[in-house]
Each structure stands twice: as structure tokens, then as C-alpha cells.
């Protein structure tokens, strides 16, 4: 079996490509997949680069998606054939949230799916979308799943919302292209015109250069009329939640994804209960908010964005790339 590992101490420099025995049939309740594809997610690059993040030798990266080939003893949900996605957090069936940490994440926990073949629980994968690609597939593990909790499941999304996205990394095209189709009227944030171009271009209705703009919270609030964002997603933590608690309206959701900001800092807290809005705390999602969010795009025929993509043994120039910040959506791995 074809595997990437990342060696102690961590750092691009010790993904190294390895063959590892393979996994053989699966036990009862697990299935054999077949993998063909991975995506990249910032959670992936902290656990390569940050020192002591990982075990040694663990196989990275959280998404995957494949091919069932075989199935084990009292396994009804799946047969070989089937196209199937992993789930982040397989200990995270269905209800709110069991755990808080990552230590049954596929690729920081446990190892993940930087391989070609893996044998594991039958309910650590769910049935892929219909049309979509195997590539395509892999992106909705983490950056899919997550776009869609904060809007549909926390956010609960209705026609006529105003949804502020900021960037335009995998969440965040997901977030759009959601929120677009559920009717909602979308503003988007970037530091590149080009990339604010393409977003229009996937039904963006206004857009803010931050650059250009610092005071891009009150920016919001003028495009609005005053009333301000009904959900906002932040991806930036401490450096960007003042301007996110500017931009929601009264009553709003802030829905707290990533922290490319720094782990710490200030937070505006009289703002914060001046406007009543919730700051709801995100972790990708369940296995069930999985099959559902496939349903939604069964029926809708929305297809992920994907910048680029590399083989399994170009990882850590996968991670280079995505580190320089100038992929538009998701990136790719083929397996």
C-alpha cells in the first residue's frame, strides 16, 4: 500500500512516501475503500507544520474519497461499487457535538488519508454525490461540511439573509455558493480584485477589497442599509472579530471557523452583547449534517471549485502551494 507519513519532529521536509502492508479484508462493520482523492485544509498544513502536532509516522490529511471494495459482516449501507467520502470526525454521529478535541480526526488523531486503500468502520464514510468525481468528493469532508453547518444547520439560512464571506479559500466559495443558492444575497471580502472578479462571477453580490477597505465592518453596514450581515463567517480569530461584530446585524450569527489570526486577543465584548449576536464556535460537523449537506447538493447540482491539483507523492509542494495563499477554492489530491 502506497502511503505518505510525516516523521518527528514534523515539517513539510518529513512527509516521506513509504509502502506499508496492506490492510487486507475488513471485519465486521468495516469496509475496504479504495481511495482515489484527498483536498488540502488548513487544519491539514497545521497538523504538517506545527511541531508535535502528530505521532510520528502518522498518514495525514482528513479527506478522502474512493471506492467501496469489499464489504465486511453486517455492513447493509454500503456494497462494492459505491462512491463514498470519509467524515471528519467519525466519533461524531448525529446530535450536537460529543467531542472537543481531534483525537479521532482522521490525519491528526488517527492516521488519515494520504494512502491508496484503507480499511475502516463502515460509518466513517458516507455515499459520495451522484455526479461528482472522486476529487470532487474529497473537498466536501472538511471545507464542505463546514460551510454548510454554520449556514444551514447554526445559521438555519432563509431566502432573503445577508451572508458577509470573507476570502476565498475552500469554506468560503462553499459558503457562496450555499448561501446563493438557498437564495441568500452574499458579500465577500478579499485582498486581490482578480480573485473578487471570479467571485461575482460564481454570484457574489457585492465585494470588498479589505486593503482598500480596513473598516470593511462598516462597509457591510452601508450595503446593507444599515442593518448589517444575518450571518457572518470569520475565518481570521482575534485579527478580523472586531470587524465581523461590526458587520452582523442585531440578533446575527457569527460562525467562528478558523483562527488564521493568531489563537488569542482582544474581543470587543460590550460591542458583542450590544448587538445580541451569537458567536457559535465551529468544527466542521456530523456524519448525519454530512448525508444531509450530499442530499442538498444531490438535489441542487452544485459542484466545488478546485484551483489545482497534485499526486500523493507532490504533498508537500501541495502544501506550499496552498500556504502562499493564492488558490481560489479548494486543492486537490489525487491519489
Known amino acids: ?100 478535541d481531534f483525537s479521532s480526526v482522521p490525519g491528526d488523531g488517527v492516521d488519515g488519508y494520504a494512502r491508496d486503500v484503507v480499511v475502516s468502520a463502515a460509518n466513517s464514510f458516507t455515499q459520495a454525490p451522484r455526479s461528482y468525481t472522486h476529487a470532487e468528493a474529497a473537498t466536501l469532508t472538511t471545507a464542505g461540511l463546514t460551510a454548510w453547518r ?26 457562496l455558493q450555499f448561501a446563493k443558492r438557498m437564495g441568500a444575497t452574499v458579500i465577500i471580502t478579499s485582498s486581490s480584485d482578480e ?41 481570521g480569530g482575534p485579527g478580523t472579530l472586531t470587524q465581523s461584530i461590526e458587520a452582523v446585524r442585531l440578533g446575527g450569527l457569527i460562525a467562528l471557523i478558523g483562527v488564521h489570526t493568531g489563537w488569542g486577543g482582544h474581543v470587543p465584548t460590550v460591542q458583542l452583547m450590544a448587538k445580541q449576536a451569537r458567536l457559535q464556535g465551529i468544527i466542521v460537523g456530523s456524519r448525519m449534517q454530512q448525508i444531509e449537506m450530499i442530499r442538498g447538493i444531490d438535489a441542487t447540482g452544485l459542484k466545488p471549485v478546485i484551483d489545482r491539483h497534485f499526486g500523493l507523492e507532490e504533498l508537500a509542494d501541495a502544501f506550499r502551494y496552498q500556504a502562499q495563499g493564492s488558490h481560489f477554492g479548494k486543492i486537490g489530491i489525487q491519489i
Open 1 to 100: 500500500m502506497k502511503a505518505i507519513l510525516l516523521r518527528a519532529p514534523g515539517g513539510l521536509e518529513n512527509l516521506k512516501q513509504t509502502n506499508l502492508e496492506d490492510p487486507g479484508s475488513p471485519k465486521q462493520g468495516q469496509i475496504r475503500v479504495r481511495l482515489h482523492a484527498s483536498s488540502l485544509n488548513y487544519h491539514d498544513y497545521n497538523v504538517a507544520t506545527i511541531p508535535g502536532s502528530a505521532t510520528d509516522g502518522r498518514i495525514p490529511l482528513s479527506d478522502g474519497a474512493g471506492v467501496v471494495e469489499e464489504v465486511g459482516e453486517g455492513v447493509a449501507e454500503f456494497k462494492p461499487g459505491d462512491c463514498v467520502v470519509s467524515c471528519f470526525s467519525p466519533a461524531w454521529q448525529l446530535g450536537r457535538p460529543p467531542v472537543r
Open 150 to 175: 454554520a449556514l444551514v444547520v447554526e445559521g438555519r439560512i432563509q431566502a432573503g439573509d445577508t451572508v458577509l464571506v470573507p476570502g476565498t479559500g475552500g469554506v468560503s466559495i462553499f459558503a
Open 195 to 235: 480573485k473578487l472578479k471570479r467571485a461575482t462571477a460564481l454570484g457574489a453580490d457585492h465585494t470588498i477589497n479589505y486593503k482598500a477597505c480596513p473598516e470593511w465592518g462598516r462597509r457591510v453596514l452601508d450595503l446593507t442599509g444599515g442593518r448589517g450581515a444575518d450571518h457572518v463567517i470569520e475565518l
